[in-house]
């Protein structure tokens, strides 16, 4: 929605706008503020647009080269950890991941050290697969499970508690996937949440725009003088 929005609006911008306000150049006298502003704007628009599109795309280009580099990529992964809001999806998100994965396996009679090194592979973050990537070593040296992944701060204790007592009872492919289950439906609802929250802004900010355009080309209309004869 905001990618079509935003071309919709750059088109409208240096394609259409230009053609309906270039009349109020014009006129024999003072434009209002707004038109001034919009006039400067779909003229700058117009004039470098192919040198906007040109350095948007290799922006976009760089910086997704980048994002996909070993050093980009844990860069960006860090950031993600450290926003509010998408900080708690990606955890949940990977907690879920990896708990399916090593319970489906564990029940499969999969080697809790190579169901291990497999399950990690899905962890989509890098910074949390760096601190899951250590616990093998902490197991082949006789630590269990829940003891393993505490060296994790994105484990958090309930998980690790439902890990504990799963090993306790000997159920610790069923703790597993119950912990997948809980988490996988928590980032579920937590999208949910979010894109119902950012579609009713995104629309908001879009009809500020165009209701701003509208008003920029209505004003000249409603001040002209009409013993100046402009019109």
Known sequence: MVIVGTIVLFILLTVVIPKIVGIFTQLNQTLPLPTVVLLATTSFLAKWKWALIAGTALAITTLARFAHSEEGGRLLDRTKLRLPVMADIVVKRDIGRFSRTLGELLRNGVPILTAFRIAQNVLGNRIIAAEVAKAPDALSQGSNVA?????????????????????????????????????????????????????????LVMGIVVGLIVIAILLPIFSLDPTSGAM
């Open 147 to 203: 003891s393993a992944l505490r060296d994790s701060p994105h484990f958090p204790p309930v998980v690790l508690n439902m890990v504990a007592i799963g090993e306790e009872t000997g159920n610790l492919p069923e703790a597993l996937l119950k912990i997948a289950k809980s988490y996988e439906g928590q980032v579920d609802r937590s999208m949910k949440t979010l894109t119902s929250l950012l579609e009713p802004l995104i629309i």
